[in-house]
């Protein structure tokens, strides 16, 4: 280090400002393996684990639970928030939820990211189904930095598979070398599939690779064995492991042969074409062979699956069919409802043994959950302790009881005192200047310069962040969110939801929370040939303004319309689902299809912030949720 760095970081030791990154690699040196891939904006993987990326963990909110078999003490997961935040919560093991369940006992990780290419899949209707926004290294740390918590995640003997294309899979391999260890990778997997174009001017691209990688010593792998056909040889005569296939029409021996083999690191398997039995529409939906091959090579029955980049959801489709317990995640709004959908149906679903067959087994019973999006109703109707515990993960503080001159301090954040206001006992006042100056007589020269107070921001009678008074400070840690630079080294960012099919796929991160502030729908439904048909007349967010100060116009958050067009009462089931770009608009107003008007129609409108708003029509009568 030259004397110039040296002034220059006393400079902002003194100053008390925070170290740039560029800087922190000079101070504190990593040690090199081998080889390793070299980038701006690579993070040390200390520091992700020490939320120095201002991604923190957030507690679980349950939404709903939907009884079906029991799994003994478990219940599956399906989670709807940002993937980091959710691998960060299990990595802290703190969450009551998944407490002692989840951390270190994930047998297999599957994932399949978007691959950050300019390559776009096209849907049934030529369309771009396919578009990732995040490019070159930014994506690779992106990705990175959830195979760091990931690695953590995994049981000793657990497995991960990588699904990519050829644009990076060599540089997602460096990186797994790196968190895994070269010495723990063990196949290079590639899926051969027949669909896809046919370029004039180079090879056609018929694969993908799935890097997989152990995590300890040991690993679970049962054995696949497979049949594989080959034209005849005479040595094929004395080769008892062969038979000789007979033609399907004339019923005599023919000059093909089947060969009962290992499966080997190529596996021929077709993708998942409009006229299957398991197709469903869903961008980038991955085939149920694929991963049947995969859950029964890395894990045994009963055995946790785990899949934070959900997608349609095939993964825990398979893993619920072959009786493993399964946790998904994803931030789309239709990913969720897909996989919600794909299992309350699972009965009725192709049987992985017999595709001309159903499964015709009942689901187990899981649950949805969500992570960075809270319902505020909800959370301040739990019980004191469980909501002192909701908060505690919230703000990132430690419960610790403690009383100075008779007050009650509920807990310490970075060595100062909390407080969190008892709105069930004092629902008649608020923390105000009168609460302070009181709390305050009580503990000058008790406590340490500063003191936070956490509350609903209804119930607090200051716009600012902080009251002083004779040099201490009152930090409000407000329900909800108010950006507090005391609490995150980056501002509040929260992920968008697509406006198209187009994006549902598109790489997104959210830092900090929110709470659940449905948007303000009118609407109507009137009966047209026997079909329900809704008018949608006005849609608007509590967020008024886009990032530039923009106001919004009607329908300008609208993100996607989802519909059960035979809704029970009790579950809903996705059947239809319309994103904006694909609704008609027309003088003003939307009309949508929904279905038979004998029928119940449960609707779903979200918002481009993940917030819903949701009806019930039944005989051209509705119940708004």
């Not at 991960?160 to 260890?181: G, P, Q, T």
């Not at 690993?219 to 064995?225: G, L, T």
């Not at 198209?500 to 790489?507: A, K, L, M, P, R």
Request: proline share 3%; net charge negative; hydrophobic share 35%.
């Amino acid at each position: 280090m030259n004397e110039r760095l040296r002034e220059e970081l006393i400079h902002i030791l003194k100053s008390g400002n925070q170290i740039p990154e560029d800087y922190k690699e000079l101070l504190f040196p990593t040690i090199n393996k081998e080889y390793e891939l070299s980038y701006h904006g690579k993070m040390k993987k200390e520091d992700v684990l020490k939320n120095e990326d201002g991604v923190t963990a957030l507690p679980l909110q349950k939404n709903k639970t939907f009884i079906g078999t029991d799994t003994k003490d478990w219940e599956n997961l399906l989670v709807f928030g940002d993937n980091l935040q959710f691998l960060k919560t299990i990595y802290a093991n703190k969450d009551s939820l998944i407490k002692d369940k989840v951390k270190g006992k994930v047998k297999l990780i599957y994932i399949d990211p978007p691959f950050a290419t300019e390559d776009e899949f096209q849907n049934k209707n030529g369309a771009k189904s396919y578009s990732d926004k995040v490019k070159g290294t930014t994506f690779i740390e992106f990705l990175r930095r959830r195979l760091i918590l990931a690695y953590e995640i995994l049981a000793p003997d657990g497995t991960i598979y990588v699904h990519l294309d050829n644009k990076m899979s060599h540089y997602i391999k460096v990186i797994m070398d790196e968190i895994f260890e070269k010495n723990n990778f063990r196949n290079e997997i590639i899926w051969h599939y027949f669909m896809g174009g046919k370029p004039n001017n180079y090879f056609a691209n018929k694969h993908d690779t799935l890097l997989v990688y152990k995590k300890g010593e040991k690993n679970i792998f049962n054995e696949k064995i497979t049949e594989r056909v080959l034209p005849y040889t005479p040595s094929m005569k004395s080769n008892k492991g062969l038979s000789q296939i007979k033609c399907s029409t004339c019923k005599k021996e023919s000059g093909i042969w089947k060969s009962v083999v290992k499966q080997d690191d190529v596996w021929d398997i077709s993708g998942v074409f409009n006229l299957s039995n398991e197709y469903i529409d869903y961008p980038t939906q991955k085939p149920e062979e694929l991963l049947k091959v995969i859950i029964e090579s890395s894990t045994n029955p009963g055995d946790l699956v785990m899949d934070f980049f959900a997608g349609s959801g095939t993964t825990i489709a398979v893993a619920e069919k072959l009786g493993r317990k399964w946790i998904a995640c994803d931030l789309g709004k239709l990913s969720c409802y897909t996989i919600q959908n794909r299992i309350l149906n699972i009965a009725n679903s192709k049987s992985l043994e017999n595709a001309s067959k159903k499964y015709n087994c009942p689901y187990h019973t899981f649950s949805t959950l969500q992570l960075g999006l809270y319902d505020l109703e909800k959370t301040l109707k739990l019980g004191w302790n469980d909501y002192k515990n909701f908060v505690s993960e919230l703000f990132e503080f430690e419960l610790t009881e403690t009383k100075i001159s008779g007050i009650t301090m509920d807990g310490m954040k970075r060595n100062y005192y909390v407080k969190i206001w008892n709105f069930n006992e004092n629902n008649n006042s608020s923390v105000d200047e009168e609460y302070l100056e009181a709390l305050n007589r009580s503990l000058y020269n008790k406590i340490n310069g500063r003191m936070y107070i956490v509350a609903p921001s209804n119930n607090v009678d200051f716009l600012n962040d902080y009251y002083e008074i004779n040099g201490i400070r009152y930090y409000f840690l407000k329900i909800p969110y108010q950006i507090i630079k005391e609490l995150h080294k980056l501002p509040f960012q929260q992920f968008k939801q697509s406006k198209t099919i187009n994006n549902v796929n598109n790489i997104d991160m959210a830092i900090g929370f929110h709470f659940i502030d449905p948007p303000e729908v009118e609407s109507s439904v009137y009966v047209e040939n026997n079909c329900y048909i809704l008018e949608l007349t006005k849609f608007y967010s509590k967020i008024t303004k886009d990032e530039n100060g923009n106001e919004y116009k009607n329908f300008d958050t609208l993100s996607s319309i989802f519909i059960d067009n035979h809704y029970d009462g009790n579950n809903f089931k996705l059947t239809q689902s319309y994103f904006a770009n694909e609704l008609h608009y027309e003088n003003g107003k939307i009309h949508v299809t929904l279905g038979d008007s004998s029928n119940t129609v449960m609707v779903i409108y979200t918002d481009i912030f993940g917030n819903e708003f949701s009806e019930v029509f039944n005989g051209g009568n509705k119940d708004a949720r």
